[in-house]
Structures are given as C-alpha cells and as structure tokens.
C-alpha cells in the first residue's frame, strides 16, 4: 500500500462500479466520453468544476487544415518543423488527416466558429504555420465555446455521469492492470474506490509547478504523478513550452495574450519602442514559441527589463476591440487600452511536450491505461508544440481513446478485480519517494503555501526557457531535501497531495532536464547550445 499517497483498505471505504473510468474534464476527457459506446457506462470526474479546465484557457484557437489554399502535407511539415526533429510522422499524420472530420463532428454539436461576411469560417494565422488555418471562437474564447458545446452535448448522454470537486489520488491496479482510481470526493468529504475496466487519463498539464504560467490553480501534473507511481512510462518531461506573450503587471495573475495577436499584425518592442524579432529570426514574431521566448528573453537581458511589449496601436481601434474582446476587457482592469497602449508581456509557463507515453490511439504502457491530453506524451508536438494543436490533439485521442477503450470492454471476459490491488515494482524516483514515507522522523507543521511558492520561484529560476548544469542539479538536490520531510507526513488535505505531486513532477523535469545535453525545441541549455544528431526521446 505504500505506493498509494494514502493508506486505505478496500473493506473501509465505499466502492463505485462503471465501465470507463474519464479522470479530467478537459476537451480531451468530453471527447473520450462522448465516444464511448452509449451501452456502456462513463464515470467522469472532475477536480474542480466542468468549466474549470485548461482548455476554457485556450484563447488561440484549433489548427486544422479548411481552407482549399491549405494541404494537409504543409500542416504536417510546420509541425515536424516546430517539434525539434522528435515528432512521431505517424502520428502527425493520422492527427492532421483526422483534423476536419473533428472540425464537422464540432459543427455538428452546435460549436460556433467566427465567420466571415459570407459566412464562411474565419481563419487567422499563429506562429510556425505558414498558412491560415487556425479556427477561433469569439475572437479570444475558443476554448470556452468549446467547452460550452461539448457540455450540452454530454448532457445529452444517459449513459455519462459526472462527478465535480473530484480529486484522484492514485490509478489501482492489479494483476498489473489499471483497473480505477482511489478518488478523494469533497461532495461526501471521504475517499472512495472507483472500479472500472478501462480507464482514461485526462488530466492536464503542469504549468502550476512554475511562477510565472498561464495555467489555472489545478494545473498540478497530478495525472504524470499517479501514472509515475502506478509505473506507467513517462516520457519527455524536460520539454516544456514557455508562451512567449503573458501579461506581466506586478500583482495580477499571469493571463495570456494570444498568439493570434502577432498573427494579426502585433508587433514585439523592447522598452525603448525598438521592434526586436528580425534581429533574431527571419519569421519575425511568428516564428515559433521557443524562439520568439528564448528572444524575449536575451532582449529582457540586453536592456535590462523584466518585460518586453506586444504593440497593436497601428491597428484600427475598432477592429481591434471585435477581434479581442476577452483580452481587451483583462488590461481595462489594469488599466491599459490594447488600441492606444504597449501591452507588457514576457514569457510563462504554458504547456508540457512530455508526459505519459502512449501509442497512436492513446494507450499506455499500463494495460487498462489511456492517456490524452496534455497528460500525454503522443508524438505530436516532439520537443516543442505548434500553436493551436493541442486542441486538435486532444479531439483526435479523444476520440479514439473513447471508441477503443469500448471495444476493449467489448472484448473482455472477464469483469471487476475487487479482491487483489497489488503494489508493483516502483521507478526509481518513487522507490525514494516510498523510503522517505516511511520515515519516522516528527518533523513541526509544514506550511504548505511556503513550500509551494518556493518550488514554483526553484523551477522558474533553474528549469525555465533558459537552464544549465549547475542550476538543474542544485534545484534535484533541494526538491530531494524537501521531499525527504514532505513525504514523511500523511496529509488529509487536496493542497497536501498536490504538493507531494507538484515534487515529483519536478524531479522528472529536473532530472530530464540534466541528461539532456543539448539545446532542442523548448528545451534550451546555455553550456549546451548546439543540437545533437539523431535526436532520441527520454523514457522512465
């Protein structure tokens, strides 16, 4: 039981029974739902609320190929472009090729893109695409209409149940299958066994383990964590995205300015008015987000600044305020008009490449375990996304997640495995994790807050857009100490597991981060500029 972040007997705490089992309630998660066979049962929780996820955040909006100027083969190069040589062409292919079927299976449910005059689908442009084919909604609000779209849609299926304010704590497993979840349940304030003969990882990204992130609070990689512990293979951890554009003012949350506002025409200053792009990059401000970050950056560095600017004055004010309401209606709170103002920005944590390995339908190394979404490690975005595909990504493991995951059930013999959860051989980073539980120590109360912050200031600091040897090892070894008296308590509180996880997901970060001695898509070491030949995935 000690691989569990809580103890717990099966004959002391109440059990649910279903047949899919969805942890997270992203766009990844409501598209496997959704296609799962309507015979059969769909348990969805959620962590917080339905609306409450990292796809509401999603200003940018879907890339998929509509346009009849547009080819699915020049998707398919931008992609293996932005993705440091590591993307997998399979998968690229099978997501960009599915891309406009998923675009009509949104149509369909009532998801309204913005249009043009004549009524035909309005495309825009971000960084590294060549061509416009990004479908946006409500100018800046793609990922709430959505969200919105899909949640009637569930609503309409029977045979989804969904449970809100749901924390899981750990996948089950035995006879070295997934065969549910322990899930905390604030509805009922107990934790309770849920049973299930697929499972589908959902869960989200991590951009909470870093200060300066466009995620929200949830975004904790608890998913990578229980998937680490139930020893699921984790892949590519050290590859993670840093949005070049999120509003930087002292005090305010870290929101993001899309990156369809350089595509409209936005240009990046520095706080002397001077446009900087070209002098780093011929694409300017669209090349893609590791360069136009990394730049950002060095620029911060040479005019000693802790922000550069996005300038939009030389756009129409109207056209402006219609083609960016969401963002338009933030700065107001600051005080900043993005018509007649420079919009201060540098760039934050966004989006993790790495994360639970899986096949080119979703399945992970653990039988009976999907994972999609950005909890997911699939082969699409290699060492560094293309903007606005990780909303086709998650329609398209969605989808086949879902539609296999019921074929498995379809298939099976034999039903619920109550009687035997079993504790299998852990990685490495657990088994030390498992040996610092146990400790005996009595340590005085630990203040999570603090410990929270200053593990999100470490990883800013030594594993953001730029990194070397001696600031990844220091950070290894104090998230070691930390974990040495963080794992030795039993907490009963969400914010008490997320920080036993955010330490975790560091450590893979950390440690992915050191045995990667070379410079490639969003990972960037300054004592190891070059990129190496042959590039290969790190797998633990």
């Keep these: 039981m000690v691989r569990y972040l809580v103890p717990f007997h099966p004959k002391r705490h109440p059990h649910f029974f279903t047949d899919v089992l969805v942890i997270g309630g992203g766009l990844s998660g409501f598209r496997a739902a959704l296609a799962v066979d309507p015979s059969l049962q769909v348990l969805l929780i959620c962590k917080n609320g339905l609306e409450n996820s990292n796809s509401v955040y999603a200003q940018g909006g879907i890339a998929s190929v509509w346009a009849k100027t547009d080819t699915p083969e020049e998707h398919i190069e931008d992609t293996i472009i932005a993705g440091g040589e590591l993307c997998d062409r399979n998968v690229v292919e099978r997501v960009v090729r599915r891309g406009p079927d998923e675009i009509l299976n949104l149509l369909e449910i009532g998801t309204k893109f913005d249009k043009k005059v004549d009524g035909e689908i309005l495309l825009g442009r971000e960084g590294g695409h060549r061509n416009d084919r990004i479908l946006h909604a409500n100018g800046d609000s793609t990922g709430k209409e959505l969200i919105r779209s899909m949640i009637e849609e569930i609503k309409r299926h029977p045979n989804i149940r969904i449970w809100e304010n749901t924390f899981a704590l750990d996948l089950l497993t035995a006879n070295n299958n997934c065969c549910g979840a322990i899930v905390y349940w604030k509805k009922h304030d107990e934790k309770e066994l849920i049973w299930a003969k697929q499972t589908i990882l959902a869960s989200g990204g991590i951009g909470q383990l870093y200060r300066e992130t466009t995620n929200p609070e949830i975004a904790t990689g608890d998913g990578i964590a229980m998937a680490h512990r139930a020893g699921a293979q984790i892949r590519d951890m050290e590859f993670v995205q840093f949005h070049p554009t999120v509003l930087y003012i002292a005090g305010s949350s870290r929101s993001l300015i899309s990156e369809a506002m350089r595509g409209e025409g936005a240009l990046l200053v520095d706080r002397k008015g001077n446009r900087f792009m070209p002098d780093y990059d011929d694409r300017a401000e669209l090349a893609p987000r590791d360069v136009v970050s990394r730049s950002i950056v060095r620029q911060m560095e040479k005019t000693n600044s802790p922000n550069v600017y996005l300038d939009l004055t030389h756009k129409p004010a109207d056209w402006v305020y219609a083609r960016f309401p969401g963002i338009a209606a933030t700065c107001r709170h600051f005080g900043i008009d993005i018509a007649k103002d420079r919009i201060p920005v540098r760039p934050g944590a966004h989006y993790s490449m790495g994360g639970v390995l899986v096949d080119i339908d979703g399945q992970s190394s653990l039988k009976g375990l999907w994972a999609i979404g950005e909890v997911s490690s699939t082969g699409l975005h290699g060492a560094n996304r293309l903007a606005s595909n990780s909303l086709l990504e998650a329609l398209v493991f969605g989808e086949s997640s879902g539609r296999l995951a019921s074929q498995t059930i ?72 930390w974990s040495s008296y963080v794992f030795s308590q039993q907490f009963q509180s969400i914010e008490g597991w997320e920080i036993q996880n955010m330490l975790l997901v560091a450590q893979l970060i950390l440690e992915g981060a050191l045995q990667r001695r070379e410079t490639r898509g969003a990972h960037n070491r300054s004592d190891y500029p070059k990129t190496l030949p042959n590039g290969q995935h790190s797998v633990k």
Excluded: C
Excluded at 434 to 446: A, G, N
Excluded at 455 to 475: F, I, M, P, Y
């Design 410 to 481: 379809q298939r099976m013999t034999n039903d619920y495995q109550v009687e035997s959860i079993e504790n299998p051989p852990l990685p490495p980073l657990a088994q030390q994790q498992q040996q610092q539980q146990l400790q005996q120590s009595i340590y005085s109360p630990i203040d999570l807050t603090d410990i929270r912050n200053a593990l999100k200031s470490l990883l800013w600091r030594t594993a953001g857009v730029v990194r070397n040897e001696d600031g990844l090892r220091g950070a290894l070894e104090d998230t070691f100490h």
